[in-house]
């Protein structure tokens, strides 16, 4: 994982919970006010992205609303799309935050 990438208590409360559900999470602190999660899930192939958040929204939404109020990316994919994805590029190799 690239040094940009920082794991925190609620990063890993968030993985933690969402792990439980889908194969594959990473979450990290891009900066004191964000937080990106991306999930590579099998039960993404062929649902469209409000599919998708229906599977994912509600458990987010049981985390603390501190927690909820800083994740600003969401990334869902099933497995293979990361190629085609430029938000997973960013995942992969972060830009600087400007904060």
Same mark, same amino acid.
């Given at each position: 994982?690239? +040094? &940009?990438?920082? &794991?925190?208590?609620?990063? &890993?409360?968030?993985?933690?919970?969402? *792990?439980?559900?889908? +194969?594959?999470?990473? @979450?990290?602190?891009?900066?004191?006010?964000?937080? *990106?999660?991306?999930? %590579?899930?099998?039960?993404?192939?062929? *649902? @469209?992205?409000?599919?998708?958040?229906?599977?994912?929204?509600?458990? %987010? *939404?049981?985390?603390?609303?501190?927690?909820? @109020?800083? %994740?600003?990316?969401?990334?869902?994919? +099933?497995?293979?799309?990361?190629?085609?994805?430029?938000?997973?590029?960013?995942?992969?190799?972060?830009?600087?935050?400007?904060?």
């Amino acid at each position: 994982m690239p +040094a &940009k990438q920082q &794991k925190t208590l609620e990063t &890993k409360k968030t993985e933690q919970l969402l *792990r439980k559900h889908f +194969a594959r999470v990473d @979450a990290y602190r891009y900066n004191p006010a964000s937080i *990106r999660v991306r999930i %590579i899930d099998p039960s993404f192939s062929g *649902r @469209a992205k409000e599919d998708r958040e229906g599977l994912v929204l509600p458990l %987010i *939404r049981s985390l603390p609303e501190e927690i909820q @109020a800083d %994740i600003v990316v969401l990334l869902m994919l +099933a497995p293979g799309e990361e190629p085609r994805s430029l938000m997973n590029m960013e995942f992969e190799s972060p830009s600087p935050s400007l904060l």
